[in-house]
């Protein structure tokens, strides 16, 4: 079993949406957050980063410099989280990736294809959509943000009702798509 690089406080924290379970490292820069009934989801997540038994997770209070604009945002101070401390282990791409993420402001979207030219690589819509995937920092890193290239939602960790619900309580809504052109899609993408 290979010695445990990186430690970490577990904490559980109250949503509307369901418990959140966060994990902050020493220096209380957030490196997980995602929900209670994907818990094991987040330990394939940290296994597949760090390897097995690469993380200890401890349990432990939150600190207040991430509790505090969590609960903010869900009170609706929606810029609360963007300046909670995140590190995140991924590949090079994957780090860009949620880079770009953090760039896309509470209430506007994006769509893969945005953001894989955002990040320099307009090709790699599909590499993009996988790293969005592997995210280990749902809501602070907002990959909810991101929807497909004809305007609907698509896939997110923590189940398409909470991405659903996440915009709208950012503000924005999503029509129903099913029929659209593509430019239609495209002017309904624009904030």
């Known amino acids: 079993m290979p010695a445990v690089q ?4 577990l904490s559980r924290l109250p ?7 966060v994990a902050v490292d020493a220096e ?11 818990e094991e989801r987040m330990h394939r997540l940290l296994r597949r980063r760090y390897g097995l038994g690469g993380v200890r997770l401890t349990e432990g209070p939150a ?5 505090e604009p969590i609960a903010a945002y869900f009170d609706g101070e929606l810029t609360a989280i963007d300046a909670i401390p995140v590190k995140t282990a991924g590949t090079p791409f994957q780090l860009d990736a949620w880079a770009a993420l953090r760039a896309i ?7 893969y294809g945005v953001q ?10 599909r590499a993009v959509g996988l790293a969005n995937g592997a995210n280990p920092i749902g809501i ?16 997110y960790g923590g189940g398409i009702e909470r991405k659903r619900w996440l915009l709208a309580h950012e503000g924005v809504e999503i029509a129903e798509t099913a029929g659209l052109s593509q430019r239609q899609a495209e002017l309904a993408l624009q904030p």
Request: charged share 15%; with cysteine; proline share 7%.
């Open 6 to 9: 990186e430690q970490f406080a």
């Open 15 to 21: 949503s509307p949406i369901g418990e959140i379970l």
């Open 28 to 38: 209380a820069r957030l490196r997980v957050l995602d929900f209670a009934d994907y």
């Open 63 to 67: 600190s207040a410099s991430i509790r």
């Open 105 to 111: 402001p509470a209430g506007t979207i994006s769509s």
């Open 116 to 125: 894989a030219a955002r990040i320099g690589r307009p090709a790699a819509v």
């Open 140 to 155: 602070v890193v907002p990959c909810h943000r991101v929807i497909g290239a004809n305007a609907s939602l698509t896939g």
